[in-house]
């Protein structure tokens, strides 16, 4: 079956860096695109970013253009998020979600969520 | 970025209640519309994918309809576990945007 399982919650200084993983299991990692969404405590979501696991191909929410950096390894079947700069605002439950379409998109398969959590 | 706009922000309603919410976006978007149910502390879970068609293993209680610019998520019968936040999503335009979201209680 499908999975993806993310790594666990960090809490980070304002100014550090943080790494979230997503490994993907159940299907073939290099065929789907991996989308990443955000949620703030109490707010709606927002998406952060895209990548090809096939190629590397990246596209990024243009607020965190500069300070997001998307990557996959082929071989371990994850993808991995990484956020520099971090703010306040940047505290947030962080999702990866399979693309399960082709020509449409739609997110059909989703990580269990990873709290990262930027104390001001 | 499109913007996509829920209404209504917040509903109660009662078991075996007709639910519909609507979602409008500020520019066409044709069919790449898609509507996610998520409880607390859970990821979204996707119903509706291409503004009708239903995700595989998601109740028939639930469809979608719309194109363009104006859709719709009816639930013909609300359910207990039906209770929760609706969000449309479209997948147009990069970046995907959310709605904003509609919270369904229990009246």
Known sequence: QVQLVQSGAEVKKPG???KVSCKASGYTFTRYYIHWVRQ?????????G???????????AQKLQGRITMTRDTTRNTVYMDLSSLRSEDTAVYYCARDGGGSISYSDYWGQGTLVSVPS | DIQMTQSPSS??????????ITCRASQTISTSLNWFQQKPGK??????????SLQSGVPSSFSGSGSGTDFTLTIASLQPDDFATYYCQQT??????FGQ???VEIK
Do not use: H, N
């Not at chain 1, 895209?50 to 990024?60: E, H, L, M, N, V």
């Not at chain 2, 990821?43 to 009708?52: G, H």
């Not at chain 2, 147009?92 to 945007?97: A, E, G, K, M």
């Open chain 1, 50 to 60: 895209k990548i090809d696991p096939s190629g590397g191909r990246t596209s990024y």
């Open chain 2, 43 to 52: 990821a979204p879970k996707l119903l509706i994918y291409a503004a009708s």
């Open chain 1, 40 to 48: 703030a405590p109490g707010q709606g979501l927002e998406w952060v």
């Open chain 2, 92 to 97: 147009f335009r990069i970046p995907q945007t």
């Open chain 1, 16 to 18: 550090a860096s943080v």
């Open chain 2, 101 to 103: 979201g509609t919270k």
């Open chain 2, 11 to 20: 509903l109660s309603a009662s078991v075996g209640d007709r639910v519909t």
